[in-house]
């Protein structure tokens, strides 16, 4: 055979070869991600997304290039583990052990500060922020007296439930009275009102402006007290937030904010995340990164569909080994003796 008769059977055979992405996702994430824009832009490029039974072992489902996640129960990560174990060389998205330090707002932080990165005008790192454990902690003043009020009060779990999303701002020493730990006092910094919202897909970035907490000035702070809400926030002052005041905000230098995602993804192995991060408003160039969170919502991108197909592509053409093939191989033998026809 000639070498462009192999070049072309070549090419047919990788047209023709698809890929399966199971994916395992609580329903309204189903129903905000697995939208028919990125089925099919998915399926144009050879791969199929196929929802997991989480119900049934992992082993009996697929067969699975790669597998994409976002469910913290433990029923499902034994059934992730035992998959892992058996299909070492199938790529889980993200795991587990990795998704789980995020969870914790103490050690979700911690990573920044020991990012290394190219020299920039711009320096970065994380609010100052104490762990508080217990109720009694709280009511003592040596425990708080390293920070500067206003703080904001953050659950320390934060796993995507309602609670983990209860925050506050924190005025004062009273307002410490009305919280419940454990939980993060961290401190607030007045950032014009924006927040930088960057999202990771692999390799891409991108970072878009969303509003955020108002300023709060001397005189206002000392005209407030207690604890407000997040909830109640917008009722603090008359600053607004319109597009215009988001529109005038500068962003952040490009070549900065992926320096700074491209370090969090290795230091973090992850590859589906976002960070939010502001700027100090007394310091132009310095930037605070206050939140991470693992597999947002990228459908408020616009074209997300673009940038998690072409990550999907990337994932499932890594050169295979012979033994992740046999992997393959062997889960559609397995597979096919708990279900009808399989995907080639």
Same mark, same amino acid.
């Given at each position: 055979?000639?070498?462009?008769?192999?070049? $072309? $059977?070549? %090419?047919?055979?990788?047209?023709?070869?698809? +890929? %399966?992405?199971?994916?395992?996702?609580?329903?309204?994430?189903?129903?905000?991600?697995?939208?028919?824009?990125?089925?099919?832009?998915?399926?144009?490029?050879?791969?199929?997304?196929?929802?997991?039974?989480?119900?049934?072992?992992?082993?009996?489902?697929?067969?699975?290039?790669?597998?994409?996640?976002?469910?913290?129960?433990?029923?499902?990560?034994?059934?992730?583990?035992? +998959?892992?174990?058996?299909?070492?060389?199938?790529?889980?998205?993200?795991?587990?052990?990795?998704?789980?330090?995020?969870?914790?707002?103490?050690?979700?932080?911690? #990573?920044?500060?020991?990012?290394?990165?190219? %020299?920039?005008?711009? $320096?970065?790192?994380?609010?100052?922020?104490?762990?508080?454990?217990?109720?009694?902690?709280?009511?003592?003043?040596?425990?708080?007296?390293?920070?500067?009020?206003?703080?904001?009060?953050?659950?320390?779990?934060?796993?995507?439930?309602?609670?983990?999303?209860?925050?506050?701002?924190?005025?004062?020493?009273?307002?410490?009275?009305?919280?419940?730990?454990?939980?993060?006092?961290?401190?607030?910094?007045?950032?014009?009102?924006?927040?930088?919202? #960057?999202? #990771?897909?692999?390799?891409?970035?991108?970072?878009?402006?969303?509003?955020?907490? =108002?300023?709060?000035?001397?005189?206002?702070?000392?005209?407030?007290?207690?604890?407000?809400?997040?909830?109640?926030? /917008?009722?603090?002052? %008359?600053?607004?937030?319109?597009?215009?005041?988001? !529109?005038?905000?500068?962003?952040?230098?490009?070549?900065?904010?992926?320096?700074?995602?491209?370090?969090?993804?290795?230091?973090?192995?992850?590859?589906?995340? $976002?960070?939010?991060?502001?700027?100090?408003? /007394?310091?132009?160039?310095?930037?605070?990164?206050?939140?991470?969170?693992?597999?947002?919502?990228?459908?408020?991108?616009? /074209?997300?569909?673009?940038?998690?197909?072409?990550? +999907?592509?990337?994932?499932?053409?890594?050169? =295979?080994? !012979?033994?992740?093939?046999?992997?393959?191989?062997?889960?559609?033998?397995? /597979?096919?003796?708990?279900?009808?026809?399989?995907?080639?």
């Amino acid at each position: 055979m000639s070498a462009t008769n192999r070049f $072309n $059977n070549m %090419s047919a055979e990788l047209e023709t070869t698809r +890929f %399966s992405i199971g994916y395992a996702l609580a329903p309204n994430k189903v129903q905000s991600l697995i939208q028919p824009c990125l089925v099919n832009h998915a399926k144009d490029r050879g791969i199929d997304l196929i929802p997991i039974d989480i119900t049934k072992p992992l082993v009996q489902q697929g067969p699975f290039h790669c597998i994409i996640h976002k469910l913290y129960d433990h029923q499902w990560k034994k059934h992730l583990n035992h +998959f892992s174990l058996n299909y070492p060389n199938v790529a889980i998205i993200d795991p587990p052990d990795a998704v789980e330090r995020i969870h914790n707002r103490e050690s979700m932080l911690q #990573v920044v500060n020991g990012l290394k990165i190219p %020299s920039h005008n711009e $320096n970065f790192s994380i609010p100052k922020q104490i762990v508080i454990y217990d109720c009694e902690s709280l009511s003592d003043p040596s425990n708080t007296n390293t920070l500067q009020f206003p703080v904001i009060a953050k659950p320390l779990v934060a796993n995507g439930s309602a609670t983990s999303h209860q925050l506050s701002l924190v005025f004062n020493t009273d307002g410490l009275n009305g919280l419940k730990s454990p939980l993060i006092l961290q401190e607030f910094v007045n950032h014009g009102g924006v927040v930088f919202k #960057v999202y #990771v897909v692999g390799e891409f970035v991108q970072c878009v402006k969303r509003p955020s907490l =108002p300023d709060i000035s001397e005189e206002e702070l000392g005209t407030l007290g207690g604890l407000l809400p997040f909830s109640q926030i /917008s009722n603090l002052t %008359s600053q607004g937030h319109d597009a215009m005041h988001i !529109e005038k905000a500068e962003m952040p230098p490009l070549s900065f904010v992926h320096d700074i995602a491209n370090g969090l993804r290795r230091a973090m192995k992850l590859n589906l995340f $976002n960070f939010d991060m502001i700027r100090d408003t /007394s310091a132009g160039n310095r930037y605070l990164v206050i939140d991470i969170n693992y597999f947002p919502g990228y459908a408020k991108l616009p /074209s997300y569909e673009t940038a998690l197909t072409d990550f +999907f592509w990337e994932i499932v053409h890594k050169k =295979p080994s !012979e033994a992740a093939s046999l992997e393959i191989k062997e889960c559609q033998d397995r /597979s096919s003796d708990h279900r009808g026809p399989q995907l080639p």
